[in-house]
């Protein structure tokens, strides 16, 4: 197991080139699995949760052969209906194959995913969805089992506690693409992902209106054909590199990032006093004199992202005065504070909101990663701090960050990756 060690206080400099989206990638892999043709994939990170989805397709049927950023994805057999318990409990995105496969062969089993320390992380609203369509469905030894004769087109309201569902969303998406009839989608994620999702699926000639809104209306088709597709940026890859810069106080370009996904962060970064400036065809972070403490909470899009909460959390940490960081989308995601706070931060957890009295001096110290955001804001933290700051359990990073260490060398950080 490897460790990531930082030197601290170093300012970056330099331009980085954003990866594909990691979100978009996992649905996009799973889509696959509604055809026998061929697709090829591009601009998909290297990444271990890609390389996990991967794993699942081949272990489905599918041949998958992967060059550069290239995923090229061929079946020569049957498909298999069932994905198992080892690879559907190591990452939760696993969970949407259920769609396609239901969609694609009328029945499915698949292992239920589990929480993880972000939260209980409920399924019920996929299952929702696929009943609405006409599926029977049953939980029997820690799988899902869902058979249908074929999917029905349905309108169904797919809204919940905390709001909508992105991946709940994409598994009603594809599999309504094989049903018969038209699908309403209510309540709907508005994600990019989702339009990504919809993009490709159309590209495979599936017949979606609306995505990227809360209404999205699928006319369900006989069948769906391969097509090539490029993957859109990861706006939270972007914004974490955004969220670097502003901590290290530092002037970088963000090269390959759409402005349009990472608006709610922008406007926070404005207020704290960091502009973000498109120069060309890059986003230019022009860095704070002095880091104002402002507040955020996060919604689902266009509101401000979950995946960003922990490294903005670290970033609020710097600014003098004290900042509400509110998490309405996972409400016990703050596993970092115990972690932050080891590293001089000065934060407290009320309910779901952490309150940090920023403004303090940052040292470095061993701190152990526990999720994959939650490594990331350890990483701001680490450039921002004074002093050596030992990343234990660097694997999350890996999960989520094509080649994190090296884009940072690039950009003039002291960092380094050792073995444990
Ligand atoms: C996706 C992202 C994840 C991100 C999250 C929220 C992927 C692979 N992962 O996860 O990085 O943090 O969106 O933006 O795209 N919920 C229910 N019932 C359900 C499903 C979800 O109550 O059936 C709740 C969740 O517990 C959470 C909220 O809805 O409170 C949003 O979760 P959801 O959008 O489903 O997250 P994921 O799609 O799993």
Same mark, same amino acid.
């Not at 090269?255 to 060309?280: T, Y």
């Given at each position: ?94 969970? /949407? ?147 670097? *810069? ?25 207020? *704290? ?40 959390l670290s970033f609020m940490s710097l600014a ?16 970092h504070i115990a972690e932050l706070n080891r590293m001089g931060a000065n934060i407290r ?5 952490a309150?940090s009295e920023g403004g303090r001096v940052l040292f470095?110290a061993?701190v ?9 804001a350890l990483?701001i933290a680490?450039?921002a701090a ?29 960092? /380094?990756?050792?073995?444990?």
């Amino acid at each position: 197991m490897d460790k990531l060690i930082i030197e601290g206080k170093s300012t970056l400099k330099g331009q980085v080139k954003i990866s594909g989206s990691k979100n978009s990638a996992l649905p996009i892999l799973a889509a696959t699995l509604l055809t026998e043709e061929t697709c090829i994939l591009a601009n998909v990170p290297r990444l271990r949760d890609t390389d996990t989805m991967c794993k699942l397709l081949i272990s489905l049927g599918k041949d998958v052969e992967r060059v550069k950023d290239k995923v090229v994805i061929r079946q020569n057999k049957k498909l298999n209906y069932i994905a198992d318990y080892d690879l559907v409990s190591t990452m939760r995105g696993s969970f /949407c194959v259920l769609g396609p496969l239901l969609a694609k062969l009328n029945k499915v089993k698949v292992s239920m995913p589990g929480g993880c320390v972000i939260g209980i992380r409920p399924v019920d609203l996929h299952l929702k969805g696929i009943k609405a369509l006409g599926a029977k469905v049953a939980i029997e030894n820690g799988y899902v089992i869902a058979k249908c004769k074929r999917l029905k087109g349905t309108s169904l309201y797919l809204g919940g506690v905390f709001g909508s569902s992105v991946l709940a969303t994409a598994n009603i998406m594809m599999a309504a693409t094989l049903a018969e009839g038209e699908t309403i989608i209510e309540s709907a994620a508005c994600e990019p992902e989702i339009k990504d999702l919809a993009g490709f699926l159309k590209s495979m000639g599936a017949k979606i209106k609306g995505a990227g809104s809360p209404q999205i209306i699928i006319k369900g088709v006989s069948s769906l054909k391969g097509s090539k597709y490029k993957i859109i940026p990861d706006r939270i890859e972007a914004g974490t590199f955004m969220l670097m *810069a502003a901590a290290t106080k530092s002037s970088i370009a963000i090269n390959g990032a759409c402005l349009e996904h990472l608006m709610a962060l922008v406007d926070k970064l404005n207020e *704290a006093g960091v502009s973000i400036v498109k120069e060309g065809r890059s986003l230019r972070v022009k860095p704070a004199r002095h880091i104002k403490a402002v507040s955020i909470t996060t919604h689902p899009y266009p509101g401000f992202p979950t995946d960003l909460q922990a490294q903005f959390l670290s970033f609020m940490s710097l600014a003098k005065g004290i900042s509400i960081i509110t998490d309405k989308v996972y409400p016990d995601r703050f596993i970092h504070i115990a972690e932050l706070n080891r590293m001089g931060a000065n934060i407290r957890r009320e309910g779901i909101n952490a309150i940090s009295e920023g403004g303090r001096v940052l040292f470095g110290a061993p701190v152990m990663a526990s999720d994959l955001r939650a490594s990331a804001a350890l990483v701001i933290a680490g450039l921002a701090a004074e002093g050596k700051t030992e990343i234990h359990r660097i694997y999350h990073l890996e999960r989520g960050y094509e080649d994190l260490d090296r884009k940072l060398a690039l950009l003039g950080a002291k960092v /380094c990756r050792a073995k444990e």
